[in-house]
């Protein structure tokens, strides 16, 4: 039995919309995968209530405590073991479940990650990998999407060599390409960091390095994997959730505008770190959560962190 | 009289779509106006040839030479003194001109900014201002979006006061809200950068700062001056033409959107300099050079330049 938990406690909408979508992915999920809900036993009990469930598909491990939105990560996380999510990384790192998501405090989330998983290898830090949407319908990897404001050109390097791995294990990418995010094509352009990590990518023979992205090329597909460190890629990407937000005030009903709605593919990994960890967007609605736990399983199938490990291991 | 110059040579369309869109201008600019048209006088004629226009409207200024848009900025503009581009900043400089206006090579144009014209006052760098679409309808002011991909916190707190004196003078802005771009709205949020520089904008009388805006906000009008450097800004503009691009072959027709069309406003406006320089699109046609005039007419009329000169001089 594979077991996927959720902090049922984590997001604005929790823990009804967690506990919701929860339900809804219950039932798409394939016999041998169990959903594990961590939060307070009551108000996990309440919203169960009157929603029906396969009751085999859906086990509850409870937490006394809540780490909040807005609290200091690395405090709270040290100071609230029994927080949902404090025991959400107890049970990956004891291997209890093979999948940890949360729609709660993402700097929590990076917290437990680094430090109860930790990374692989010598990965100096985790990035979170956004799906960015392209106009052939199909997506490609944004890497870091806001877990590393500041990033070292070895860091971004790394970030290639995971983004790469994520894409041709969980994705089946054939040979990715790994475009650096920049303000020009040629390999002098950009801020001293892009230049500096131009060369790295350009001499690193573990990827596929095409060269330079620039914005207007994002929904063209010239790279697979896109490198970017969290502030440039964090940005970036909440312009796409908002812009959807507009277009569906306005009846705009486009297919790559839709998919910068983040319910879409419901969640973003952290990787890099030795478990699956999923951060979801602090808004997130029952159909987010679905999908998130979705995207959670078809990540254990690919065994994909597996794999992260076993080349950054090596 | 008051002359607005434009490089007939610059663009991927030049001088054709120089030309049509200097004479398309020319009839709605008011009489006490003219255009200047710099570039190789065979080719201007030629293009000049088929079109009427007022012939009072649209003067010559032959240039023998032209700077190409993969030249090196630096060694060019130093090497070709007779380019249209070298040629229109001696007449900018000269008072011969009021505006110079090029679709060429940005990165001379930020050179003749910066030697021939030279910075205001204590000004480090000059920025490109970016017109950033609003949902409201309106715009805010998007400064740096290319000229400067590194910027020190120092470098960040003169374009938030540069950008509210052009918000306030050159579009009539009152008391312009001044946000700093962002990963999150608390203050301790993003890179080691953008820290320093809420503490500098957050003691700073000269401006209005309302706090950190993030990608998500972008539309929403949070702030009329959006602070960021030429890295973030640049890529995140792009993608928002990238978007109007997808759009137009998508057949989408929404006000928001058609306005991250770079021909709405036609150019961007290097500002902190000793004179009014704008900057088009390399693609430009002939409707974005016809609103890059109107738009140097009105920076002309505001007289936003001798202003920022005044604040930054004293």
Known sequence: MKKIAIDAMGGDFAPNAIVKGAVQAASLLPDDYQIVLIGKKDEMLNCLHDLEYPASKIEMVFATDVIEMHEHPTRAFSQKPNSSIGVGFKLLK?????????????????????????????????????????????????????ANADCKPEVLMQFAELGSLYGKFALNMENPKVGLLNIGHEEEKGNTTAQATFQLLKNNKKINFVGNIEGRDLFDGLADIIVTDGFTGNILYKMGEALYEYSATKNINDPLINKMNYEVVGGSPIIGVNGNVIVGHGISTPLAIKNMILLAQKQIESKVTEKIKEVFNN
């Open 94 to 146: 004891e291997g209890q479940v093979q999948a940890f998501c949360s729609a709660g405090n993402t700097g929590a989330m990076m917290v437990g990650s680094l430090f109860t998983l930790r990374t692989v290898g010598n990965l100096q830090r985790p990035p979170i990998v956004g799906y960015f949407p392209l106009k052939n319908g199909g997506y490609s990897l944004m890497l870091d999407i806001g």
